[in-house]
Each structure stands twice: as C-alpha cells, then as structure tokens.
C-alpha cells in the first residue's frame, strides 16, 4: 500500500461547480497536510496548509483532514477556468524536518 | 513572499556532458530539497540537505549529485548527463516550523 494515494482523474467540469479533490493515507504518524496547485510547465505552488485535524477556508477553497479516516480533501466552490491545473496533496509527520510525502497529483479542467 | 529560484527554465543538454542546476532561495531556509517530475511517476526526491555541507540520498540518488556552500544554495550535478535524465526538475526550501516552497522548475532535454 502506497503512503499516499490520489486519483490521477483527469477530472472535468462545467465552470461554476463544486469540485472535490482528495487523498488517503497510511501513515497514521502524518500531522501535517498541504495542498499545492502546479500550472503546466510551472512548479507547485502552495494553495493550502493546515495541522493536524479539522477545515480551513480560504476563499473558494476548504481543506478538510479527517485523521481518523486517514482522509483529506479540497473543495473549491465556484470553479473557474483559472482553476483548471494539477492539484498536488502532501503530508508530514510531526518532526519538523521531515521529508514531505506526495500524492502523484490529480489533472482538474474546468470548461467555461 | 518567500523566493525560490531556479537558474534556468529550460535547459538542453548532450549524452555525456556535465550539468549544473542551482536553486537559490532568500528565506534563510535550513531544509533545501531537488526533485524530478515526470509523467505518471509524480513527484521523486533526488536529495535534500538540513543545512550547509550536508546532505542526505532522497529516493532516486544514482547518477546525481549535490552540493551545499552556502545555506541560500543548493546545486544538483549530474555528472553525466544521460537520455533518461531528461525530465523536469524542482527545487524547494522549508524551514522547520513552514511549510514547503518550489521553484519554477527547469526542463531539462538530455539529446
């Protein structure tokens, strides 16, 4: 079992939908959880961080964790082709030096 | 704003020839990483560094290398570049107590 899984999708939807993307994981060790959001031919830019159990708004976007199911998720409301991009989970344990862990990333397009 | 950069956006190269990739980040950073992305692999950890002059193998080490001067700079070498290098490179910084920052990325093409 991989530490962290996350479906490829693609995923697409109309502009202005909900969208969910999630990941799960194995490591029950993993405090922190981060949701990065990667262009194409750009590198991952950080969307959201949050610790340990619990949401986090942001605008159009919540972070949920849900540690006891080993589960977290992005919703983004209100979806805009601007939103159309790869959308990179991670997590860490609790030392603060310790190497993230990443989900392979799920390709989103919102069509206008 | 905390600043990752990368020396190049793209980068050509030939089989055998000795590359040079720097990342250079100003948030007085400890933690330094170098990655490749490539399709359907996701992200890999080359190497990453906790501070100046150490450095610790990541997942996929072979046929890199690192070095670590100064604590804003973090190289990846590949000694000799070979076709399956081609791929996208990703440095990124932490502190302990933050979160993770990328660079741009520089795409390498290794003919």
């Known amino acids: 079992q991989k530490e962290v899984e996350q479906d490829p999708g693609p995923l697409s939807v109309p502009e202005g939908a909900i969208v969910s993307l999630n990941c799960t994981y194995s490591?029950?060790?993993?405090?922190?959880f981060m949701w990065y959001r990667q262009y194409s031919r750009k590198g991952p830019e950080l969307l959201m961080y949050t610790y340990s159990s619990g949401n986090k708004e942001d605008g159009r976007f919540t972070a949920q964790v849900d540690k006891s199911s080993k589960y977290i998720s992005l919703f983004i409301r209100d979806s805009q082709p601007s939103d159309s991009a790869t959308y990179l989970c991670?997590?860490?344990?609790?030392?603060?030096?310790?190497?993230?862990?990443f989900g392979k990333g799920t390709k989103l397009t919102v069509n206008p | 704003d905390v600043k990752v950069t990368q020396s190049s956006r793209y980068l050509v190269k030939r089989t055998g020839e000795k590359v040079f990739l720097e990342c250079v980040q100003d948030?007085?950073?400890?933690?330094m990483f170098w990655y490749r992305q490539d399709p359907g692999l996701g992200l890999r950890l080359i190497y990453f560094?906790?501070?100046?002059?150490?450095?610790e193998k990541g997942d996929i080490p072979e046929g890199y290398s690192v070095s670590r001067e100064k604590k804003e700079r973090f190289s990846l070498i590949l000694e000799s570049a070979s076709t399956n290098q081609t791929s996208m490179y990703l440095c990124?910084?932490?502190?302990?107590?933050?979160?993770?920052?990328f660079g741009p990325g520089t795409r390498l093409t290794v003919l």
């Open positions: 990124a910084s932490r502190s302990p107590a933050d979160t993770q920052y």
């Open positions: 948030m007085d950073h400890e933690n």
């Open positions: 490591n029950s060790a993993f405090q922190y």
């Open positions: 560094s906790y501070d100046v002059k150490m450095k």
């Open positions: 991670a997590m860490s344990g609790q030392g603060g030096s310790e190497k993230l862990v």
